[in-house]
């Protein structure tokens, strides 16, 4: 392909992501060590999810869009027109509907009318396209932020749910008590009162406040008060999508980095640039390995799950043990043994020769402790 002038707004963008994404594999690798080395091996048998995984999952779905959006529109959108037409002439795609299980069918124009509808869609319409797509992106970012902090509360349910309890008590106790003492005229207002206290249902807030008191102020090195801000501010944004994309609360605004971020009343939110809006978003992160690097003792595996194939894990740690236990005269018969079982685990030739290095390498050091872990998480690039 010649030399082409992509839309410079797409690749500033593209940019964007692609550094969110290296903020989320360093504070990865910080935070997760030897597991995130694993993942960088994009082994089929083993992965360890995280925050910091389903973030960069997330900005992956939006680079895939806009480097395929620029690659389309460099050719002129030329085939996409072929492309539905074998679609039509396949027949995944008719002029004929199923309603209620009863076949409705559209006359032979629908066909040229979907053909001319879709087209227009990519060619003329890509802007509205984008604002929808960056809807989902934050919808998609912070809920994988919720979902990860509640992780984060989880560890201390038990804890922070007694305090929780221990409060509400306290409330429940107090309105009571002026319920007993006042008169029947006044009964009912303490009534209202009652009813307005929250129940035993524990929002997200909730959860985020209890997890922010665990943290050590003395070791979180972020503004407490202005990250609290950043993340009610996301959350709300985030919630627009209950209401087709609309702000219904009251109007709100956050200065952040010299950018001011404003949700206004029954309007959808407004983002100059997207730039800064991927930035602010990806505040989420630093302040997520923030909490984690504050709250004493924490072990990985309080924010972070091993997914893995056991019987394929099995596999190549067995075949790994019998060739570093092999004698001499046998090593090269395990050596293409642990091959053969490298490649039927789903490795690649040249990553199954290169764990074969590393195990080589292991069998010269036999002081040195085998674990299956630190072997998966050598280079294999």
């Known amino acids: 392909m010649s030399a082409v002038d992509f839309d410079l707004n797409n690749k500033r963008r593209i940019g964007a992501f692609l550094l969110l994404k290296d903020k989320c594999s360093y504070h990865e690798l910080e935070r ?8 960088n091996n994009n082994l089929p048998f083993i992965y360890f999810s995280s925050f910091f995984s389903h973030a960069k999952d997330v900005c992956s779905l939006s680079l895939s869009f806009l480097i395929n959006e620029e690659i389309s529109n460099s050719t002129g959108r030329d085939g996409v027109s072929h492309l539905l037409d074998q679609v039509i ?23 040229k009318l979907t053909l001319e509808e879709t087209t227009d869609l990519l060619i003329n319409r ?15 970012f912070f809920s994988a932020f919720e979902f990860w902090i509640t992780k984060l509360y989880d560890v ?28 029947e005229a006044g009964r009912e207002k303490v009534l209202d009162d009652l ?21 050590d102020q003395q070791r979180y090195r972020r503004d407490l008060k202005s990250d609290r801000a950043l993340i009610d501010f996301l959350r709300q944004n985030r919630n627009t ?11 709100t605004e956050l200065l952040h980095g010299g950018k001011c971020f404003r949700l206004e009343t029954g309007k ?18 630093d302040i997520y390995a923030e909490i984690l690097r504050s709250i004493e003792g924490l072990l990985p595996t309080n924010y972070c799950e091993m997914q893995h194939d056991t019987v394929s894990l099995n596999w190549v740690s067995i075949a790994a043990e019998a060739f570093l236990q092999s004698c001499d005269s046998e090593a090269e018969v395990h050596a293409e043994v ?24 292991l069998r010269a050091a036999p002081e040195e402790p085998f674990s299956i872990l630190e072997l998966l998480a050598c280079d294999l690039g």
Not at 197 to 202: E, F, I, R, S, T
């Open 126 to 140: 890509f802007d509205g396209l984008l604002g929808s797509h960056m809807l989902d992106f934050q919808v998609s």
């Open 195 to 215: 009813i307005k206290l929250p129940g035993a249902y524990m929002s997200f807030p909730d959860k985020l406040n209890a997890v922010f008191k665990k943290v």
């Open 338 to 361: 642990a091959l053969s079982c490298f490649a039927d685990v789903g490795l690649s030739e040249p990553k199954a020769r290169k764990l074969l290095e590393y195990l080589r390498e």
């Open 156 to 183: 201390y349910r038990y804890e922070l749910s007694a305090e929780f309890e221990a409060r509400r008590r306290k409330k429940y106790l107090k309105v009571l008590a002026n319920y007993q003492a006042c008169d």
């Open 89 to 111: 002439r396949e027949k995944h795609y008719s002029n004929g509907i199923q309603v209620n299980g009863e076949g409705i069918r559209f006359c032979d124009f629908k066909l």
């Open 268 to 285: 959808p939110a407004y983002n100059e640039n997207y730039n800064d809006l991927i930035a602010l978003v990806g505040e989420l992160v």
């Open 32 to 39: 997760l060590h030897i597991r995130s080395c694993i993942n």
């Open 241 to 251: 999508v209950h209401n087709g994309g609309v702000h219904i609360g009251r109007a």
